[in-house]
């Protein structure tokens, strides 16, 4: 049951970096929550999750499963697992009846998306969903001027996401998104953060997609000549290779070694090379297993006539957006932040342009800035405030966003313009 008054208890199934993250900002606030139990197979992830919160008496499990069954009735579960495994576990949290925490994607599926919607709904329970960049300062300025009616009816919205190409290497060529079979595909695993802020700027519902993409540059037969299965086998092409996975013990160390290797912090360059020798981290990224794509188009039809596009490039970096209409063109993103000094800068048919600079809770200006942060603040509201109330980010709001991302993939892969409401009723009788 949820506590009536105090602090929410919350339990973590998946202690990995986004656990550890939330975590560490909810311990923050110990007059709002108390991290009480986590669950994952690496035992050193709950150990992390442990001392983040403080409590002697914090309880450690080996899964979800296990956990849930112990009877602790937290009021919250945050379920940080991985893609493949958020329908089960969010699932096992509503049915235990506590209130869940899910990172995105909701699930893999269509099926599984409605079927969480269902439950949550039926059994009062609620499901908030981890797009923090609803909460981060850019965006949260770029629905505020929309709703000013600044820019007068929205015409088009056109939004990009370069995804980094050493991100796609980490994440999407050697890591857990690399095949989409057991992970998800790439608008679905990384970018239905932009499919939500899309819908959630547009402020209506999607009703036609069309999208290609293709996995291109990742590919064996763009490995360089002689170059072997793994960057530790001596690759003749290292020292100009900008994927060179010996670069986890150099500049990509600080970064990026702890969300995959949990003695990060503490390890030598030559355990972080043995390790390297049998992870998939240390794989040639022309030599793995990958089908994730890394580059994709959609063009998106909204109800009223409202056109989007949207561009997922492994070969960019950072977020981009350009919003049209009847009075005048927002536009922003890394590039005016690095080029223009200004996050943001919005250019009036008729009249001189207005810039905007934008400041995260945090002290940060990112695009991604202060949404972690926001995030767990809304938590407390979201789950204590009373029924009936609309979520920020909960599952009602969120699950549309999933379908414009499943209709792009299935449009991507069939070559096909796929209409979002007869997939949503293909897909819920299949259920």
């Known amino acids: 049951m949820m506590a009536e008054t105090g602090p929410l208890r919350v339990a973590c199934i998946g202690c990995g970096s986004r656990a550890q993250t939330y975590t560490t900002l909810a311990a ?41 069954a112990a009877g602790l009735a937290p009021d919250v579960v945050l379920v940080a697992t991985q893609d493949n495994d958020h329908h089960g576990h969010c699932v096992g949290a509503l049915r235990a009846c506590s209130h869940v925490l899910l990172e995105k994607p909701i699930a893999t599926r269509v099926a599984d998306v409605l079927e969480i919607e269902r439950l949550a709904r039926e059994s009062g329970r609620r499901v908030m969903v981890c797009f923090v960049l609803r909460f981060a300062a850019f965006y949260r300025k770029v629905r505020q001027i929309v709703q000013s009616g600044a820019l007068g009816d929205l015409v088009s919205i056109q939004a990009n996401e370069g995804v980094m190409p050493w991100h796609q290497a980490h994440s999407f060529v050697r890591g857990h998104w690399a095949v989409t079979g057991t992970s998800s ?14 819908h959630w700027l547009a402020g209506r519902r999607c009703r036609r997609v069309a999208s290609f993409g293709s996995l291109d540059v990742f590919r064996r037969e763009r490995a360089p000549a002689g170059a072997p299965a793994r960057c530790t086998d001596g690759c003749p092409a290292a020292d100009g290779c900008a994927f060179n996975a010996l670069r986890y013990t150099t500049d990509m160390r600080a970064g990026w070694l702890p969300m995959v290797y949990d003695r990060a912090a503490e390890a030598g360059t030559d355990e972080i090379v043995a390790w390297l020798r049998t992870s998939p ?47 005048g063109v927002l536009k922003g993103g890394e590039t005016y932040r690095k080029h223009f000094g200004a996050h943001l800068v919005f250019f009036p048919h008729e009249g001189p342009p207005v810039r ?76």
């Open 28 to 68: 923050k606030r110990p007059d709002r929550f108390q991290i009480v139990a986590g669950a994952d197979p690496v035992a050193a992830r709950v150990e992390k999750v442990r001392r983040i919160s403080g409590r002697a008496d914090f309880r450690c499990f080996a899964d979800g499963a296990e956990l849930l």
């Open 185 to 198: 595909p790439m608008i679905i695993s990384k970018c239905c953060h932009d499919m939500d802020i899309v």
């Open 281 to 327: 981290w240390g794989r040639c990224v022309y030599r793995c297993d990958n089908d994730a794509v890394d580059r994709q188009v959609l063009a998106l039809e909204f109800e009223g006539g409202l056109t989007g596009t949207f561009t997922m490039t492994a070969f960019e970096s950072g977020r981009h957006l350009e919003i049209y209409g009847t009075r």
């Open 356 to 431: 905007y600079s934008v400041q995260s809770a945090d002290g940060g200006y990112e695009l991604h800035g202060g949404g972690d942060a926001g995030l767990v603040d809304a938590l407390y509201h979201e789950m204590t405030c009373p029924p009936g109330t609309p979520l920020e980010a909960g599952i009602d709001a969120t699950v549309h966003s999933h379908m414009i991302g499943f209709a792009a993939e299935e449009s991507r892969t069939s070559g096909r313009i796929v209409d979002i409401e007869a997939m949503y009723r293909r897909d819920a009788a299949a259920s």
